[in-house]
């Protein structure tokens, strides 16, 4: 199948458009999870593979099985993260992959 593309948000303009508000899609493709180390975790969709650091696989594990979610249920999961400098930096790089979509604001 063709391989979702989410602009603006994918090629790294308006990110995230509503702040916290935002709301965030995974496209229907498997994903496989596996821990490199203890704190670097590989998530691999079609033809995408990424790294993360500093995460648990529980987290992840949990944002891969929503189908849609907030920066809201991101800082729900992730209490003692920080939005800007954690949670958008973890979510720049699953967005900007085409890991995970960026929903359009509501007009």
Partial sequence: PSTQFGFPAQVGFSLFPEDKKTQFYRPPKPVKITNLTE???EICTAN???TLK???REVIERLFQQTRFSG???CNWLPEFDWEADIC???TQLILSGIILVEPPQL
Avoid: N, P, T, V
Wanted: aromatic share 0%; glycine share 6%; no cysteine.
């Fill in 72 to 74: 809201i249920d991101l």
């Fill in 89 to 91: 930096a973890m979510m």
């Fill in 54 to 56: 500093g995460i648990s």
């Fill in 39 to 41: 704190d670097h975790i």
């Fill in 48 to 50: 995408k593979r990424i």
